[in-house]
């Protein structure tokens, strides 16, 4: 059975056997999820003579370290912005995109 799937602007087409389960409600909930995902790599910057080679909000004096903390202390996202005029909501997602693909990628030892 051929099955064409629109996400977004792509179209897949191809021959599938019959699920037990509804295919193209499992493609659109997955098109949701990476819908919302932030590319940090616009707003992350690391230069090695700017706060000592750590990542960076947009080349500003902001490090990600800095936001990540201020949200654990419990600060909102809007005290944050109040406090720092000069990032927006999507700077504030890249952090957290950012941390998360770094925690992703850290190779884990199993215990001995």
Do not use: N, Q
């Not at 997955?30 to 790599?41: K, Q, S």
């Not at 990542?55 to 902001?62: A, E, G, Q, Y």
């Amino acid at each position: 059975m051929a099955t064409t799937l629109r996400v977004g602007c792509t179209h897949i087409s191809a021959a599938f056997p019959p699920f037990p389960f509804d295919f193209h409600s499992l493609i659109r909930s997955v098109a949701r999820r990476t819908v919302g995902v932030v590319d940090y790599r616009s707003r992350i910057t690391i230069e090695a003579d700017k706060r000592g080679g750590k990542p960076c909000v947009r080349r500003l004096r902001i490090t990600v370290h800095e936001v990540l903390d201020y949200l654990a202390s419990g600060m909102s996202e809007d005290e944050i912005l109040r406090d720092f005029p000069d990032l927006d909501r999507e700077d504030i997602r890249a952090c957290l995109a950012f941390a998360a693909d770094r925690e992703r990628r850290l190779m884990s030892v199993p215990p001995a």
